[in-house]
């Protein structure tokens, strides 16, 4: 599956974007899907997570309550709503395909800045 990341850009703190990745090919419904960040400088580390049906979703802790993953199967795409963003957050953000907890596609990712 190839992923392709967009809606990332320049935003100041407090304000909301969402980002979309959408995957090509007939399997995408058969994986979860997690969006990770890197910082300059700094490790990718992950974001959020939801399974191949939706049902299930994970957030790490400092993104828990403002930022919300989601997908629709039909379009092949999974977004991350972000919302209060903090200088903090800013990144490139990635999309990753994930089977059976081994990522198998990553795409290019997209630039997030919040300036404060």
């Known amino acids: 599956v190839q992923l392709v990341e967009s809606g990332g850009g320049l935003v100041q703190a407090g304000d909301s974007l969402r980002l979309s990745c959408a995957a090509s090919?007939?399997?995408?419904?058969?994986?979860?899907m997690s969006w990770f960040r890197q910082a300059p400088g700094k490790e990718r580390e992950f974001v959020a997570k939801i399974s191949w049906s939706g049902a299930s979703t994970y957030y790490t802790d400092s993104v828990k309550g403002r930022f919300t993953i989601s997908r629709v199967n039909a379009k092949n795409t999974a977004y991350l709503q972000m919302n209060s963003l903090k200088p903090e957050d800013t990144a490139v953000y990635y999309c990753?395909?994930?089977?059976?907890?081994?990522?198998?596609?990553w795409g290019q990712g997209t630039q997030v800045t919040v300036s404060s």
């Open positions: 090919g007939r399997t995408f419904s058969r994986y979860a």
């Open positions: 990753a395909a994930d089977l059976n907890g081994v990522v198998a596609s």
